[in-house]
């Protein structure tokens, strides 16, 4: 069982932050500008709350302007199929599987997809989680996803974006088991010039990569 855990309520968060910490101890960290709240259990294990939120980018590669919410427009921000599924914990429809982007089916068939042709346009360090879950579980493109990611290079994708946010996403890339299979991919797709071309010799990173 994971020890990091999701969920999202149609309802304000806050007071049930305050009574799991109440009731359980450990620590919670509020976040009121995303209606959003972290609480770590004495155990360790980790609970993101969020209320349920819509998005929406006021231009390529800002950061998105969030707004309450119902739970489609929730699953419909996120970046890919197999991260917009939801399991109901209310006790009319217990563990009813909420996927109305097909997410099942992506992960049946070991594919990443994205919700709609801009998103890496819209969020470029989506492409580096793309990398990221492809190495760990072993998935591909699906075949509307793959177009998309070669056209952002030639649409200059992340030129715009901060290096730090890009550096954020890399930071934990390095941190995986196989961080040296997703940074080949990102080579292959051809950002890492884009985003760093001071790094314009990716035979510089062969003795690691290999």
């Known amino acids: 069982m994971s020890n990091d855990l999701d969920f999202t309520l149609q309802s304000n968060c806050d007071s049930l932050g305050h009574a799991l910490q109440s009731k359980y101890g450990g620590t919670l ?7 959003a709240i972290h609480w770590e259990a004495p155990d360790g294990t980790t609970f993101d709350i969020t ?30 199929s197999i ?15 909420i996927d109305p982007f097909g997410g099942a089916e992506a992960l ?46 030639q649409q200059q994708a992340g ?11 890399l930071d934990r890339l390095f941190v995986e088991s196989n961080s040296a299979d997703a940074f080949k991919l990102l080579l292959d797709w051809k950002v890492i010039n884009l985003w760093f071309p001071s790094l314009n010799n990716p035979k510089l990173f062969c003795s690691w990569l290999n």
Request: hydrophobic content about 30%; overall charge positive.
């Open 29 to 35: 960290t509020q976040n009121p500008e995303f209606g």
């Open 51 to 80: 209320t349920t939120r819509s998005e929406h980018y006021p231009s390529f590669e800002s950061l998105p302007v969030v707004r309450r919410g119902n739970l489609r427009s929730d699953l419909e921000r996120r970046d890919f």
């Open 83 to 97: 991260n917009s599924m939801a399991l109901s914990l209310s006790s009319q429809s217990w563990n009813m599987l």
């Open 108 to 153: 049946k068939h070991n594919k990443i997809s994205t919700l709609h042709s801009l998103s890496f346009r819209d969020d470029p360090t989506r492409i580096i989680r793309a990398a990221r879950y492809a190495a760990r579980y072993g998935l591909t493109l699906c075949q509307w996803t793959a177009p998309n990611l070669d056209l952002a290079p």
């Open 159 to 169: 030129k715009k974006t901060s290096l730090e946010r890009i550096g954020g996403d």
